[in-house]
Each structure stands twice: as C-alpha cells, then as structure tokens.
C-alpha cells in the first residue's frame, strides 16, 4: 500500500471482472501505468479450493420483507471466477430500434454497429467455443469445435430440431482442454475457462500493472470536473488515498452505483453522476425459468453438461423474451438438495433451522424419480424501471438496500414464456423447477447507464460520467436495457470499447 499511495497512477481500476479486468489489460497494452484495487484477497494464482468469500444485498420484492442474499463475489477475477462462461452474442434488436422490433428505450445511443466489432474482437480473445446459431444472420465469427454431445443431449437435440426447433451449441469461453471439468459454478485452476484473471495476469507480467488486494474503495473524490482520487481502506486500517490520472469503475452494477452514492462532496451532494438522482436506478435482472428435461428412452446424459442453446424463443410475436440454454447441470441429489434448502431459507420456514437437515429426504426422492434430466433455464428479458433501485445512503462496506417489483408486463411476459417453454418441450417428460419469480442476481445491470442527455442517463456514449472528464464505468452499470442473453460479452466488449476510447482521449 505504501509502494501505491506514492505513485500518480494512469489509470486506477476498482474491480477485477470481467469489465475491470479487460479494460485495464488493454490500457496497459497501450503503454499505461494502471494500478488494479480489488476487495478480495485471494491471489490469483493461489490454486486455493477454499471457499471465496459472498458479496451479499438485502432485497425487497413487490414490498414483501426484506431478505438478504448473495449477489457477487468478492475474489480477483470477480463474480466470473465462477461464472459459467456462457458469451452469448446479443440480437441486432437488443440494441437498436427497429421497424419490425422496436425497442422500448428507443435504442442504445452505441447501436449494434457500433458494438458489431468489440463483439468479434472479445470472442477472439477468449476463443469462444460452440457452433452457429442459424436464427443469428449478423453472426460470422469463428468458433472452436466444441466436444462431441453424449447421447442423451444429442436426442434432445435432433428432436428439437425434427419439430422445427433451431438448438445450437451454446457458445461458450471454456477452451475444454483434457481433463476439462467445465468448472460451471466453481473455479477452474487450469486457465480453461474464460474468466478475468487471465488478463488480470498479463497485465501485471507488464511490469507496468499493480494489483492492491483486500482493499475496498469507500469513496471516489471529485471536483466539478474531473475525479481526483479513490479512498480505500481495511479493516484495522487508516483509509488511504490515491492519486490517478484516470478512474475506471467496474464493481459491478450493484457495487459500482452503491460507489458513486457514497462518493458525496462538495460539488456532488447526493453521490457522483446523481444530480439527476438515477444512480442506482433502473435496475435490472433476467428472470430465469429453470427445468428439468429428460432425454426419451433413458439415453444417458453425461460431459459436456452446458452444451445447447435455442433462440427459438427470443423475441416471438414481437414479445421479448429470450435464450433457453442448458446450465451445466444435472438433476442430481446434490443440486436438488441445494435448491430445496435456497427454496427453505426463502420461504415462511426459515426460521425453523431444525427442520433444515431433513430436506435430504425429499432430495433423495426426487433424484430418484429425475433419473437423468439435463438442467435447461429459460432467461427472461427486464426491462428498465425507475422505482427498482439500489437505495442511497448505504456505506460500500455494508450490504446494499435494493426494492424491486415485479413490473405487470413482465410478469405478463413471464406467463407467455413459459407457455412457449412448454410448447417446445411438449411430447416428453419435462417441469418447471420453480414456480415463484427468480430473480438472476449475478445478471444485475443498468444503474448508471448510458445515453445522450445527463437529464436521463449517468453516462455518456463513452461510458464516463456526465459533467466528468475521466471517470468511467466499464461493468454493467451502463446498459440501457438487459438484452435477452447473458451480459458477458456485453460487458466484455463494452471494456475493450471504453478503454479505446480512453486511449485515444490521451
């Protein structure tokens, strides 16, 4: 810390995702001293099996009591050391208003166009793994040949398509190098899987990059025009200030905007970006629809266990909905036993922990009467609303405050998905895995998005905050709407983006 807070750093970078990670790699790669802050601790390289440490929000639905649950990780390399590594390329109509699709916002102020190239230069650099989608006409990229389905997936898939179903391989940043494990859900300590610490570790190899682990940024300072440094601290520990030329934020869209709201000075009273007070607001998640599919005839399921997508289902009669994909997991007693006790910790018992352990008993029943169904989950487009937010006021050290309801159309969208989910699986054993709304809270975006006029938006079509010269945003905060794929490569294409125009602003 001492060796940090002397330097006057190029760039200083808050947070190690994905959007962290890659922008900051590429300042380097242009010739910038950046130095990386992130809250975990772990190194990463350490190899460690230990379990990493929870980012947490206490979360209030359609006004019911608040419940507390895990949101992100705190970990160098972010949420996407677990992540599933699904980089799925976003619709021409996720981003641009279109006569036969238009879009609810009026359009992304970077349009399809705009994005195309940051699309293909983030597949290349992770080498996307899977096969064509032929639904995607605007999709030309390369892709690596991933392993052969087993038999229970490939019936799966020749069924759909013989109903007029168009599945696909999903496409994936997992490289599948012998012994692959895929690693869905957990850490792959052989550099297979796509996640951020690969360019997190070419950065530093520089010899131009520093990574300041277990310090957590409480407060950004800025004057009226430009942000002129970011305060840290630890626990038994004064916090320290350090100096930048350059601010890149990517603590994700929860941490990011609860950042900004607790960055209050004398030129910005209610949080940096907030005049308008949209920090924060419009916040987003995909609602995700998880089954349970069976192969006909008891074909056996087995590697790889994330390996089909559809996009059958992504905008249909001009209702956004989108992806259906399978999540790398099987019906076993262990994922059952995991989601009954998420269901019990949720629900009215909760408090009756003695009942908890005996949840093994409908777990093992059921792994019995599921036999060998693939895992598939349906994710669902949000939309932007002002009302669901992460509130002000919270400390960066302390779990945030989010209110989300539940809009009417989307819970309209929701009911017409399902039906559409049915009528695809319709003719074999197939049902639904949760009932109530699930919320995907490692999908949160659009709390301090993008856009032309700083009466509506927190950034401009560089992603840096209005009235600012050189505070960026690079994590999901910025999207306008929450597309109907998983944000990785939107963010990841976003970083290499935001971080060329940094360069060029030089």
């Given at each position: ?158 069924d759909l398509a013989r109903r007029g179903y168009h599945p696909y391989r999903a ?225 960066p050290l302390d779990p945030p405050a989010i209110v989300y309801d539940v809009a ?99």
């Amino acid at each position: 810390m001492t060796a940090a807070a002397s330097v006057r750093w190029d760039a200083v970078v808050i947070g190690t995702g994905l959007g962290g990670a890659h922008a900051g790699a590429r300042l380097v790669q242009a010739g910038m001293k950046v130095l990386f802050v992130e809250r975990g601790t772990r190194p990463p390289d350490a190899g460690d099996p230990a379990p990493l440490e929870q980012l947490e929000a206490d979360v209030t639905v359609n006004g019911r009591a608040a419940r507390r649950v895990p949101t992100s990780l705190s970990a160098v390399g972010g949420t996407s050391v677990v992540y599933a590594a699904s980089l799925e390329l976003p619709a021409r109509h996720d981003l641009d208003d279109l006569e036969e699709a238009p879009h609810p916002t009026g359009g992304w102020i970077v349009g399809y166009d705009g994005f195309r190239p940051y699309f293909s230069q983030a597949r290349r650099l992770v080498g996307i793994c899977g096969t064509r989608d032929a639904l995607c006409a605007d999709d030309g990229d390369p892709f690596a040949d991933p392993p052969p389905l087993c038999a229970g997936d490939a019936e799966i898939r020749d069924d759909l398509a013989r109903r007029g179903y168009h599945p696909y391989r999903a496409h994936l940043g997992i490289a599948y190098r012998s012994p692959c494990q895929e690693c869905i859900g957990r850490e792959c300590f052989r550099a297979c899987k796509a996640d951020a610490r690969q360019p997190l570790g070419q950065a530093l190899d520089s010899g131009r990059a520093a990574l300041l682990s277990g310090w957590t940024a409480r407060r950004i300072e800025a004057d009226g025009t430009a942000a002129t440094g970011v305060v840290v601290g630890r626990a038994g520990q004064d916090p320290v200030t350090l100096a930048a030329d350059r601010v890149v934020l990517a603590g994700g869209a929860i941490g990011s905007a609860q950042l900004l709201l607790a960055s209050r000075g004398a030129h910005w009273a209610d949080g940096i970006g907030n005049r308008e007070g949209l920090v924060g607001r419009n916040l987003m998640f995909h609602l995700s629809e998880r089954m349970a599919v069976f192969p006909r005839h008891r074909a056996p399921l087995g590697f790889p266990a994330k390996s089909l997508a559809l996009r059958d289902l992504y905008l249909r009669d001009g209702t956004r909905m989108g992806m259906v994909q399978s999540m790398g997991l099987q019906a076993d007693y262990g994922n059952i036993l995991m989601h009954l006790r998420g269901r019990f910790d949720r629900g009215r018992l909760h408090r009756a922990r003695p009942l908890r352990p005996f949840l093994r008993i409908p777990a093992k029943i059921a792994a019995l009467a599921l036999g060998n169904a693939r895992v598939f989950v349906g994710i669902l487009e949000d939309l932007p609303y002002g009302t669901n937010r992460i509130l002000p006021g919270s400390n960066p050290l302390d779990p945030p405050a989010i209110v989300y309801d539940v809009a009417p159309e989307l819970a309209e969208r929701r009911r017409l998905f399902r039906r559409a989910i049915r009528e695809m699986f319709g003719g074999r054993r197939f049902f639904f895995l949760n009932d109530d709304v699930e919320l995907n809270y490692g999908h949160a975006c659009g709390t301090a998005r993008f856009g032309r006029d700083p009466r509506d938006s927190v950034l401009d079509a560089d992603c840096r905050v209005h009235g600012l010269r050189n505070l960026y945003v690079t994590d999901a905060s910025f999207m306008p709407t929450s597309t109907g794929v998983n944000p990785g490569l939107v963010i990841l294409a976003n970083s290499l983006r935001v971080a060329d125009r940094i360069v060029a602003a030089r």
